[in-house]
């Protein structure tokens, strides 16, 4: 999710960043930290991804932007 229209390089670079509520082993570095973009990211037996973005409708202005990536296997 975004507030502008970012390039595909930062969305997925801002998957990748939850690297830092990461801890290899464990998981999460803090119960209920995200962490789910950057380990699909990382999965290794992924093969696959499609990805989307949209413009949400502009009564939403903060986040109107929305990125969606489908990996397989998920």
Same mark, same amino acid.
């Given at each position: 999710?975004?507030?502008?229209?970012?390039? #595909?390089?930062?969305?997925?670079?801002?998957?990748?960043?939850?690297? /830092?509520?990461? *801890?290899?082993?464990?998981?999460?570095?803090?119960?209920?930290?995200?962490?789910?973009?950057?380990?699909?990211?990382? #999965?290794?037996?992924?093969?696959?991804?499609?990805?989307?973005?949209? /413009?949400?409708? *502009?009564?939403?202005?903060?986040?109107?932007?929305?990125?969606?990536?489908?990996?397989?296997?998920?």
């Amino acid at each position: 999710m975004a507030s502008y229209p970012a390039s #595909w390089q930062e969305a997925i670079q801002s998957f990748y960043n939850e690297v /830092e509520n990461f *801890e290899y082993g464990k998981g999460a570095k803090v119960p209920g930290l995200v962490i789910g973009h950057y380990t699909q990211v990382m #999965w290794y037996s992924s093969y696959l991804i499609g990805c989307y973005s949209t /413009e949400c409708p *502009e009564d939403n202005e903060r986040l109107q932007y929305y990125y969606v990536c489908h990996y397989c296997p998920s």
